[in-house]
């Protein structure tokens, strides 16, 4: 096969995949991204992190991704994060985050998060793939195995339960 219609497949089964996939770097920063035109971004100079581009409540409100007394507990953060340490990923570490919708206040979403570790160029990056479960969640009526309060912030302090399951499979790893 060509390599210019494979890179072309592969380039419309990434832009046509039923999840959010972005590649980030250290810095939670989106390089490239399934759902977003990062050429955009390269054109304007201005480096974009995931809690902007999924128009995170709290990043919006804290005029940035991380910089919310709340994002400490963010499992998506959290998984990106201990990725880049370990050197290895996570599999479906389920999120809960409220994203500012237009002409809505806010809306929950309820996420699989998987990560992969890899270096491109000797350049460490992580793959970060979002699955939105909300309508599996609202339509079976489950509760989900993550924090019901203000992303992932659990006012009695204790180990929000996406954050408790990353930590269990870094423990395996």
């Given amino acids: 096969m060509d390599k210019n ?3 072309t497949s592969l380039d419309n089964i990434y832009r ?12 939670a920063v989106i390089l ?6 990062t050429e955009e971004i390269k054109k304007t100079g201005i480096a974009y992190r995931i809690g902007e581009i999924l128009k995170c ?24 994060v201990r990725t880049f340490k370990n050197k290895k990923g996570f599999k479906k570490i389920e999120s809960h985050i409220k994203f500012s919708v237009p002409e809505k206040s806010c809306e929950d979403i309820y996420s699989q998060v998987t990560t992969s570790y890899m270096e491109i ?19 079976y009526n489950i509760s989900p195995k993550v ?6 912030v659990n006012p ?11 930590l269990a499979q870094e423990k395996n790893m």
């Fill in 5 to 7: 219609k494979e890179i």
């Fill in 16 to 27: 046509n995949i039923d999840s959010y996939v972005m590649l980030v770097n250290e810095d």
């Fill in 32 to 37: 490239n991204a399934n759902f977003y035109d």
């Fill in 57 to 80: 409540k709290n990043a919006l409100e804290a005029n940035g991704c991380g910089l919310h007394n709340n994002c400490k507990f963010c499992s998506l953060r959290n998984a990106v």
């Fill in 121 to 139: 160029e000797g350049i460490p990056k992580v793959v970060l793939t979002l699955n939105d479960i909300t309508d599996f969640i609202k339509k």
């Fill in 147 to 152: 924090d019901n309060c203000r992303n992932n």
């Fill in 156 to 166: 009695d302090f204790s180990l929000p339960p996406a954050f408790a399951d990353l």
